[in-house]
């Protein structure tokens, strides 16, 4: 090992906000590093970004660092760890390693996209196997998740070993394995851990998570004390679940319906990877008009409130096979995702108008998070006895009580890190030695940028104070031709007066152009700026807004 080669852990996405998980490791002098990526996961957008449909992480600092990326490995399926991946991939061409359930619904997302998102060769990696990529040796260890072959990583390198524990939770009677795997986690702290770099999303709660096995008798019993439909909404991608339920409605005589395309691929995939085995094949929408209501059970999606899912058009009634009526009952077995609380409540209100009885997590025991509680996380440090705890994954607060929770357990390092931050592991104490260049982009339909670059901040404005755009022609002694074109968007059809916006804004118009002497009107840049100017401040005094304003002054 040569004297200046340095361990280094870089976050550009998912320390310091829930979502968009990505991390590197660098091994080597700093001017020469190899790296390796682990997940590169999206989050998704709010209210406060109109028309955007992914927040993808910014990787800019890879530009000048690409020869030196080595692979991407991929710890689970969720769209928070790999939803990024199609997207961001090409612009980086390094083998991609994933387990066979990531690289199904990899290529069940392609298709469903109608290859408008280019092929990502994934080398089949899973709990259990070990890579080796220049100085990185990588282990994949099995753990507990809400998802299908989940897995933590053991990175081993020439100065110390990190433990990379991706999503995870402790649950000895999951509804789908595997079991985390505690006798290979204390043989990894017996062997040695420099680093633990854990998952922080639970860590403001206490005690240990509900096993799922007291959820799926939960829902088992509410499918079978049901007189109507009982509908599940869950995450699509919680085949377990999905499992356990499709298994109790059959146990209580009920075939069951699947709505919604994500949920669809997801099954897909499970039943091609023999996940879904044994389960009952599921009915069609046409059948489901055909069968008694308390012969049914339907599994949609919709959790998060998305307006365009199954969920939300049933509870607008916007469905042409499959409806509720009064007396069914709709199953929330999922969290509210920090930011969906508004949706969500929404599609409620449109249920219980309805007549439908709504179950969440407050009534019943109907959903488990698929995260370790502080419990779990002591015992993860039992289990490995790692030197320095590092907290990913959770806005500040989770962070905060992840750090205290490790100091307290007498953990000897515990660095604050956020995205962005170069934190050195080894040699020497583990501090943060730089920053990288970090932030997000943005898909807005099949284009990628910045801020910016896609007109979001334009767009905004928009969405709060409308547009006018206004065409004025001047002859050859610069007088108006005609009327000018204006059309408005967005904007009141009254003023404060009960006048007619439009004609507001029209004669403001004017006014700015008569208002200039007819010499000075040879500056068309002038003239249209004053245009422009006049028809804000129009707008602002009779509506107390000033729109965005595009102003075409002519010549002829």
Request: net charge negative; aromatic share 6%.
């Amino acid at each position: 090992m040569a004297k200046q080669d340095e361990l280094v852990f870089l976050p550009l996405g998912g320390v310091g906000e829930i979502g968009m998980n990505l991390a590197l490791y660098g091994y080597g002098p700093p001017e020469h590093r190899q790296w390796i990526m682990v997940d590169c996961g999206v989050t998704f957008p709010g209210p406060d970004l109109p028309g955007v449909d992914l927040v993808l992480p910014d990787i800019r600092f890879l530009a000048s660092e690409r020869k030196n990326l080595k692979a991407i490995i991929i710890t689970h399926a969720h769209e928070d760890h790999y939803g990024a991946l199609a997207d961001l991939w090409p612009g980086l061409n390094v083998p991609v390693y994933a387990s066979g359930f990531t690289a199904g619904l990899l290529e069940a997302k392609r298709n469903f996209e109608k290859a408008r998102i280019g092929e990502v060769p994934v080398t089949p990696f899973k709990a259990g196997d070990t890579i080796n990529i220049g100085p990185f040796s990588i282990e994949g260890v099995a753990v507990n998740h809400s998802i299908p072959e989940p897995m933590s990583l053991m990175i081993r390198t020439p100065v110390g070993n990190v433990i990379h524990t991706g999503d995870w939770k402790i649950d000895h009677e999951p509804s789908l394995g595997p079991l985390t795997d505690e006798t290979r986690f204390r043989q990894l702290g017996d062997e040695g851990v420099l680093a633990l770099m854990c998952d922080s999303t639970n860590a403001l709660r206490d005690g240990v998570s509900p096993s799922e096995k007291d959820v799926s008798e939960s829902l088992r019993k509410i499918i079978e004390d049901a007189e109507g439909r009982v509908a599940i909404t869950t995450f699509s991608s919680n085949v377990g679940r999905i499992r356990t339920v499709a298994e109790a409605a059959e146990a209580a005589g009920r075939e069951v319906l699947l709505l919604g395309s994500s949920l669809k691929r997801v099954v897909d995939v499970a039943q091609d990877i023999g996940l879904m085995e044994g389960v009952k094949p599921f009915i069609s929408e046409e059948e489901y008009g055909y069968i008694p209501r308390d012969k049914v059970v339907v599994i949609l999606t919709g959790s998060q409130g998305e307006a365009r899912a199954a969920l939300a058009k049933l509870s607008r009634d916007e469905m042409r096979n499959v409806a509720f009526a009064a007396g069914d009952i709709v199953v929330f077995s999922s969290r509210a995702i920090p930011g969906n609380e508004k949706a969500i409540q929404d599609i409620k209100n449109g249920l219980v108008e309805q007549g439908v009885h709504i179950i969440t997590d407050t009534e019943a025991l109907v959903h488990v998070s698929g995260h370790p509680r502080r419990n779990e996380l002591q015992r993860m440090y039992e289990w490995t006895r790692p030197k320095i705890v590092v907290p990913v994954h959770g806005e500040a607060t989770h962070l905060t009580a992840h750090k205290e929770l490790a100091e307290q357990s007498g953990i000897a390092l515990v660095p604050r890190v956020r995205n962005g931050d170069i934190l050195r592991l080894a040699p020497g104490p583990a501090e943060v030695i730089g920053q990288a260049p970090h932030g997000r982009i943005y898909k807005d339909g099949s284009l990628i940028g910045d801020f910016d670059e896609m007109g979001i901040g334009e767009r905004k404005k928009l969405s709060y104070v409308g547009h006018v755009a206004v065409s004025v022609v001047l002859d050859a002694r610069y007088d108006i031709v005609g009327d000018p074109d204006l059309v408005s968007i967005g904007l009141p059809v009254y003023d404060d007066e009960g006048e007619e916006m439009e004609d507001t804004l029209f004669d403001a118009a004017i006014s700015a152009i008569e208002s200039i002497p007819r010499a000075r009107r040879k500056d068309i840049d002038m003239v249209q700026e004053a245009v422009r100017r006049a028809i804000r401040a129009a707008a602002n005094h009779a509506w107390g807004k000033k729109p965005v304003v595009t102003a075409f002054v002519t010549k002829v």
